[in-house]
RNA sequence: GCCGCUAUCGUCUAGGGGACUAGGACGCCGGAUUCUCAGUCCGGAAACCGGGGUUCGAAUCCCCGUAGCGGUACCA
């Protein structure tokens, strides 16, 4: 595999809400591609509306990315804070006459357009009265040729874009002027970006154009759908960042995942760490589809990572999702569960009977607690007490030739432990349960059940 | 409307003219593991959007159609 160069990337969220599972793939693909050329990423937040950019939204953002443990090397970079060097470029633009002002309303370019026939841009007409809205001449003439790491050459004809609105009436500008100054200005040489922004590029490209600047690299990713094939939104459940967090994944599962949207590896490989994702990422390997989220296959994925992970970081993130401290009790309750959860949110409905008192399953009980579950549960106590050292391995020992002696099969004996000592029908193994609790935990719920049985 | 992008199992994808009776993974179905659930293992069903070309030969190239998506703001 040939060496890529250093690439200079930037991830460009505008901050209206949180990051998305999109906007996530997005930054972890710059940040493949930067950590991957030994490049570097940069953060630029892109808030020219001021509107909708509130600092309680970036924040949102930077907490996202840095669960996702995706480090970035400069920045964040206000894009509102370089307003100055903005003001600039439109000067030199509009004093070159490669911009202009111009008064239209929206009305009136619709009227223009009308006249003019669907398929042109709108031309408009110099003015010098200084409170009107500059726009960018395009060419009536060739096209404008994105070519496009992706998807190889994009061509769009000229003529179809308007004489674009670069700078509103008050100066401020907008934001496919302010990206194109910016991208140049901060050294950036690939853009890797959504593909909602592939018809946009061609008027990137002519303000870069205009303003003498070579134009970066282009890679446009295919979008993202929700399983219903629309765009994904917070209708789809775990549609953002936080809410993956919520729900008990890890983030190097997030990671493995969302890189695999999209994109593959020949040989198929599917479980990744992100060391080898790094080595293994090329933005020219991206597939042209939109890809759906299948939070299905998400769940694998983290249900693989959580059972590789070493019992210690294993119980340090159960114990962090759970906000407990993390003692001797929940790290043994961890070790009985590591093989049983896909998610940090199924770990405690197996272990909480470690901490709890049974849970109230009346389901459970009338399911279980009947025919020979008294005799039986009789017959585990009296082994019970005979345990020496009570761990798994003895219990296992001590309960094993019930089910012989009582002519009874195994689950008739160990489902009414199991529904005695955590009030549930699904719990760990039956002998590690019974372990971890303790002997006289253990023994107190038999007795409990024993008594609700007789009355 | 106009401009543009895309199209392989339900989902993520491999495939870049003969290696394809189209492979893998998730999910699903069935079996095994004689404690539940999960896990693990084994097996199974399941796809090249349609139509024309090009070619000895097409999932792969071209055209048309269809569908989905994006853009078309003094939003980003």
């Not at 892109?46 to 920045?75: F, K, M, P, Y």
């Not at 100055?84 to 223009?112: F, I, M, N, P, Q």
């Not at 007490?385 to 009874?408: N, Q, T, W």
Request: net charge negative; hydrophobic share 40%; with cysteine.
């Amino acid at each position: 595999m040939p060496e890529d160069p250093p690439t200079r990337l930037r991830f460009a969220p505008s901050p209206t809400g949180a990051l998305h599972i999109g906007g996530a793939r997005t930054a972890l693909y710059n940040w493949l591609a930067a950590r991957h050329s030994g490049g570097e990423l940069v953060l630029r937040i892109e808030d020219t509306d001021r509107e909708r950019s509130t600092g309680e939204n970036v924040e949102q953002i930077l907490d996202a990315l840095r669960w996702l443990e995706l480090d970035w090397d400069e920045g964040p970079v206000s894009q509102a804070s370089r307003a100055d060097r903005h003001a600039e470029a439109l000067k030199r633009l509009l004093e070159s006459g490669a911009a202009y002002r111009d008064s239209a309303t929206a009305k009136e370019v619709e009227a223009w357009k009308a006249e003019h026939g669907a398929g042109s841009g709108y031309r408009g007409t110099p003015v010098t009265e200084p409170g009107a809205a500059v726009r960018l001449r395009v060419p009536d003439e060739g096209e404008t040729v994105v070519d496009d790491l992706i998807r190889g050459p994009v061509r769009f004809p000229n003529r179809s874009y308007d004489d674009f609105v670069i700078a509103r009436g008050d100066g401020s500008v907008l934001y496919n002027f302010a990206v194109a100054v910016d991208d140049a200005e901060m050294g950036i040489d690939e853009v890797v970006r959504g593909d909602d922004h592939l018809s946009n590029t061609p008027k990137q490209l002519l303000v870069l154009a205009a303003l003498g600047h070579e134009p970066p690299r282009y890679a446009h990713l295919p979008l993202l759908h929700g399983p219903d094939g629309k765009k994904l939104s917070k209708r789809h459940g775990a549609a953002s960042v936080q809410e993956l967090r919520e729900s008990g994944y890890l983030p190097a599962a997030v990671r493995n995942y969302l890189a695999l949207l999209g994109w593959g590896t020949a040989d198929d490989t599917t479980l990744m760490p992100t060391e080898e994702l790094v080595r293994r990422f090329r933005v020219e390997d991206v597939g042209k589809a939109a890809a759906i989220f299948d939070e299905k296959k998400l769940r694998w994925v983290n249900g693989r990572f959580m059972r590789e992970l070493p019992l210690e970081e294993y119980a340090e993130a159960v114990a962090r999702h759970l906000g407990r401290e993390l003692d001797d009790r929940l790290r043994g309750a961890c070790a009985i569960a590591q093989e049983k959860a896909q998610t940090l949110d199924e770990v405690w409905p197996l272990i909480g009977f470690l901490f709890e008192p049974p849970v109230d399953d009346e389901k459970a009980w009338a399911k279980v607690m009947k025919d020979g579950a008294l005799a039986a549960l009789e017959a585990v106590r009296s082994a019970l007490v005979e345990v020496e050292a009570f761990d798994a391995g003895a219990v296992e020992k001590a309960l094993e030739p019930l089910p012989g002696r009582l002519d009874a099969k195994p689950g008739r004996v160990y489902q009414p432990i199991r529904v005695a000592i955590t009030g549930t029908a699904v719990s760990p193994g039956i002998f590690e349960s019974l372990a971890a609790l303790g002997r006289d935990e253990s023994l107190a719920r038999i007795d409990a059940a024993l008594a609700r049985l007789r009355s």
